[in-house]
Structure formats: structure tokens, C-alpha cells
């Protein structure tokens, strides 16, 4: 992977990673721990872009003034105008523009503001605002506690994760940091807690009739769904976490789920195939994990059978990164390439290709969102249920 360098040497270049990490910029100590973590999956090639980003404009002022210093404008009058402001904000760059670095979530409002007020009043110049911004970043990247994780899917999560997927602000960072809130506190906020386990999927049946709930493999079993829609409904439970027990109001994997005898041995392979959603799948040409969307994308899988988990997945809290082992924000899922536009507008149409959901009442074929939103929620567990009416 190559980068495009503003500073020293290599200013104008678009030059290997690999070359940079070579280069006089990092002494072998440094080179080895950026390495180690990289292979240790601590850090992404984002991070290292950041990291060398950081490297190279440090040492660059250090060692000259001018260089790579934008020279400001010579203006008699006392300050900048907000238009003017915003143009030298824009314009400048580091990996992303000043402009979007100080209205990410590495800056409050208020610290935006003020940073900018400071910069229009001629009382910080650029190279100022570029040394906060780096300063900012690298403390969010090696201040960050490795000793505090959080409970995943099928892992624990780093907190340096969650900061960098967007999911835990920089407040709530310092407060993990500081002690003013645990693990606990965070997981149980509602922004945090729906990528952490995401919302849950349709658990099982609920006969009108009689009362009665029941798991999807039994209401198959006493002939209340048919074959094929009791496997879809097992396969987005499955696929967006784990397989469900609404009597017991129990989670399980597809291995712990055919063992309790929550679902017959028949299934266990299309389950497994299924969970694969969330446990990844392996590209053959990489050997990498990667993710559901991926292996669409590779044509590793059937196409209506991932539009169909993939839609679960959405309707119950968001995409599942296997990797990080949690579920992303829309716009990390971009970047990570687990998402994009034509997808979007697969799922959003609602149309014959997202409708692989079976309603046993109406007989209609509806989305996972639709399907769902029909169903009631126990008075017990308060799982969704789906009712049925003709039990």
C-alpha cells in the first residue's frame, strides 16, 4: 500500500509503506513495535499511515523551521474572516484536511470553536493548529489503556477499537481512563451497547391460541412453520450473533445450540455456514478473515443467502465486523470496506431480493426489518416473538 507524503524527502511522492517504515525516518526499535503491533492485529494500516504521517512532520520541524511550514499571509488587517478561515482549513492537509480533522470526534464543539476563533484572531498560526491536531491524535493512539476491553460477539475488544470504529467518543475515553466510569458503565450506554451486541433478532413463536412460546425448531416440529422458513428465521439468528432459546431466554453458538438440543443435527452445517456471518469467512487467494459483505463480493457465497443475513444483520443493530468481533457504525463500514453505496441501495429498495422472509399468518414475503417489526415482544424476556395465528 502506498501514501501520498507532504513533508521532507519524500514531499510530493507517493511512496510504499514498507519504504517509509525503511526509511531514516524510523529507527529499527520503532520499526519493529509498528510491525509487531500490524501483525498482532492491535493496529490497522490507517493507524500506520497516521503514525507515519506524525513521524515525518515531527522530524521535519524539528529540523527546519521553513521547510514544510506554510507561510501565512502578510496582511495588515488584524485577523482572518471566517470565509478565509475555512478556505486555509480546507486546503491543508494531513492524510485528511485540518477542515474535517477538527470536526471529527477528535474535538468537541466547543473545542472546534475555539480553535478556530483562536486561528481567525491570528493568535495560532497553521503550524499550530497541525501540531494540536497530531499531539490530539497520538495520545488518542498510545495513551489508550490496553488493559481495558469489552465483551464482543465471540471476543474481547480493545478500547483503541472502539475509539478508532467511532463507537466510544474521546469524553467517555478519558472517563475509562481516568476511572470516572468502568467497562460496565460504557457497555450498558445505548450507543455503545447496540455495536457491542446489537439488538436482538426474531427469538422464537408465540401461538396465540394456546399462549405458548416456543424455539423455532420446535414450532417446525410441531408442523407451526414450515421447513424452509423455520431455516431462514434459525439462519439470521445465527447470523447476527447467536441462535436463541426464548423458553430458557438463552444465547447459544451453533455448536452449544445443536449439543443442548435447541436445534436437530440436521441443520448444524447450513447454522454453521450461516454463523460464518459473524465468525468471518476465509478468502481463499489471502487467507484473511473477512467479512460477509466481502464474501458476497467474492462470490463466495450465494448471493440471495448473503442479502438475506446481510439485511439481519442490519435490522438488528448494524454490519458485524469479524475481525474486531462487533458490530460498526455505517459510515466505519465504508471505510472498511464492509459496505458500499450499491449495496445500500439493494437493502433500501425493499424490493423481491430482500423479501426472503416467509409471514405464516399473511402468507406474503417481506425484509427481516418487516417481519420483525410484526412481532411482539415477551412479557417475560422481552424477546421478539413472532405470533401465530392460526396455531
Known sequence: ETMNVSYGR??????????????????????????EMYRRKEIDMKIIITRITTVIEQTESQESTVGSCVVLPTQSTLAYTAEETEVAFR?????????????????????????MEKYRRKEIDLESVIRTIT????????????????????????????????????????????????????????????????????????????DEKMSIYQAMKKHLLMPGTALVL???????GYVIDPVKNVKLTVDEAVESCLVGKELHQKLLSAERAVTGYKDPYTGNVISLFQAL???????????????????????????????????????????????????????????????????????????????????????????????
Not at 468502568?182 to 413463536?205: M, N, P, R, W
Open 10 to 35: 519524500f514531499k510530493g511522492k507517493s511512496v510504499t509503506i514498507w519504504e517509509l517504515i525503511h526509511s531514516e525516518y524510523f529507527s529499527e526499535e520503532k520499526r519493529k513495535d509498528l510491525m
Open 91 to 115: 486546503e491543508r492537509t494531513l492524510c485528511f484536511s485540518i477542515w474535517y480533522l477538527i470536526h471529527s470526534k477528535l474535538f468537541t464543539e466547543e473545542e472546534c470553536r475555539t480553535l
Open 135 to 210: 499531539s490530539l491524535i497520538e495520545q488518542t493512539q498510545t495513551l489508550v489503556d490496553t488493559s481495558i476491553t469489552f465483551s464482543g460477539l465471540r471476543a474481547e475488544i480493545s478500547l483503541q477499537e472502539l475509539v478508532e470504529s467511532e463507537i466510544i467518543d474521546q469524553k467517555t475515553l478519558l472517563e475509562l481512563q481516568e476511572g470516572k466510569k468502568t467497562v460496565q458503565d460504557v457497555s450498558e450506554q445505548d450507543s455503545v451497547k447496540i455495536y457491542l451486541k446489537g439488538s436482538d433478532s426474531i427469538a422464537g413463536i408465540l401461538v396465540e391460541s394456546t
Open 234 to 240: 434459525l439462519e439470521a439468528q445465527a447470523a447476527t
Open 297 to 391: 463480493k467474492k462470490d463466495l457465497i450465494v448471493k440471495d443467502h448473503g442479502i438475506r443475513l446481510l439485511e439481519a444483520q442490519i435490522a438488528t443493530g448494524g454490519i458485524i465486523d469479524p475481525v474486531h468481533s462487533h458490530r460498526l457504525p455505517v459510515e466505519v463500514a465504508y471505510r472498511r470496506g464492509m459496505f458500499d453505496d450499491q449495496m445500500n441501495k439493494v437493502l433500501s429498495d425493499a424490493g423481491d431480493d430482500t423479501k426472503g422472509f416467509f409471514d405464516p399468518n399473511t402468507k406474503e414475503n417481506l425484509t427481516y426489518l418487516q417481519l420483525k417489526q410484526r412481532c411482539v415482544n415477551d412479557k417475560d424476556t422481552g424477546l421478539s416473538l413472532l405470533k401465530i395465528t392460526n396455531g
